[in-house]
């Protein structure tokens, strides 16, 4: 489905590592750190083993609690809803924009307005079952620029505004993109970015948190590293923390690819005209919508749609046998066995979710993707859909 791009300058830069007693905590991180700073322009970066650590340790840092409650999209990878319900919160899903798969901010507008009411104008934003006795208080926005696009964020900003509410961004899919010029990830309070193998670019296993925050940033490196507060020694522990440290060799490798990362994101691109082009001439293919306030794209995902009467689970099965690998995507987080049973959630309760992900297929893609390979995958997709038709 993807592939890393990596040169010898990585390889290098992780037997360098191998060369030096330091293998965590050295001066790797920090290069890394500083180098994700300089390119997003946040002020604070910290690095973390998974983009699922960042976005947990930002829930920490927003002050989300027991009973609390997070307005977040079902349309989206799994990990931030999870990292909601690992501090027993509350997720509030709201539908998502049918063109960009993006939440949707006139819906988040619309139940942080009826949250802030309460009895039944918020009761009908909350899930059927596991959400008991006190009113529960909004605490945060948790929305995630999807397949690499960012976020409506303006009116999202307006909203927490209005209400106090902390926004964090994952952004796990959509380093070096731009909303109106500004970098994903800097949009709202906190951003994650996540640098597993089939990201944009990737450090093996890894994430990175930015902010702006001095005082939160502080304590996320402290909750990182087991807990400790500067000044505390190797078995003073301030906070309950965890060990969410990115180690030196996955550090070296993160300097070098994002030093690489404009070319890299500049060839994602290259790939996704391709693909376009091709897929135009494809009757009942959509390919991806870019929204005007989209002022670069980080292309994460090629995720097509099927116009209604073409099967996609059939098209997919029919492209698995003729070797072209591809995937639903997403399933949608509140249809996930887990949700259903503590929440009760059922098909029906997000429809433009649901019909995203039963349309939506993810073709073969990455930044060393050649244009045969493309063109491949483009004529296979031609005849299945003709033969299914
Ligand atoms: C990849 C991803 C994550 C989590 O990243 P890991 O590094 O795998 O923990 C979180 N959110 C979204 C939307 C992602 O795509």
């Not at 309760?349 to 297929?361: A, I, K």
Request: hydrophobic share 40%; net charge negative.
């Amino acid at each position: 489905m993807s592939s890393p791009d990596l040169t010898d300058a990585e390889r290098e830069a992780v037997i360098n590592v191998l060369h030096t007693p330091s293998l965590s905590m050295g001066p790797q991180i920090q290069a890394f750190e500083q180098a994700v700073c300089h390119y997003t322009g946040a002020k604070h970066a910290i690095g973390v083993n998974a983009g699922t650590s960042g976005l947990h340790l930002c829930i920490r840092a927003a002050g989300v609690g027991p009973g609390d409650l997070v307005i977040t999209t079902p349309f989206s990878f799994v990990a931030s809803t999870n990292v909601i319900l690992f501090e027993q919160a509350i997720p509030v899903f709201v539908d998502v924009d049918p063109l960009t798969g993006n939440i949707d901010p006139d819906q988040v507008r619309a139940a942080a307005e009826d949250l802030a009411r309460g009895g039944n104008h918020a009761r009908k934003w909350l899930p059927r079952s596991g959400v008991d006795g006190q009113p529960p208080r909004l605490r945060a926005i948790l929305p995630v620029d999807v397949f690499g696009q960012p976020v409506d964020m303006d009116p999202i900003r307006d909203v927490a505004r209005t209400h106090g509410l902390k926004i964090i961004e994952d952004s796990c899919e959509a380093i070096g993109g731009r909303y109106k010029d500004t970098p994903a990830g800097t949009l709202g309070d906190f951003g994650v970015f996540a640098f597993y193998p089939n990201k944009q670019m990737t450090t093996g296993e890894g994430g990175v948190i930015v902010t702006n925050h001095d005082e939160a940033a502080d304590f996320m490196r402290a909750l990182r590293n087991q807990g400790r507060s500067p000044g505390d020694t190797w078995l003073q522990h301030t906070h309950l923390g965890y060990n969410y440290r990115l180690d030196e060799m996955s550090a070296a490798l993160g300097c070098v690819q994002i030093s690489r990362l404009d070319e890299m994101l500049a060839r994602r691109e290259q790939v996704a005209e391709w693909y376009r082009d091709r897929l135009d001439e494809i009757p009942g293919v959509q390919t991806p919508y870019i929204s005007p306030h989209t002022t670069r794209m980080s292309w994460f995902v090629y995720v097509v749609r099927f116009e209604e009467g073409i099967e996609r689970d059939a098209v997919s099965q029919a492209l698995k046998a003729r070797g072209i690998p591809n995937r639903p995507y997403f399933i949608p987080i509140h249809l996930q066995p887990y949700m259903v049973e503590r929440f009760g959630y059922r098909e029906g309760d997000f429809p433009v979710t649901e019909d995203l992900g039963r349309r939506g297929l993810a073709l073969p893609f990455s930044g060393v993707m050649p244009e045969e390979h493309v063109e491949q995958v483009c004529r296979a997709l031609q005849e299945v859909l003709n033969r299914e038709s």
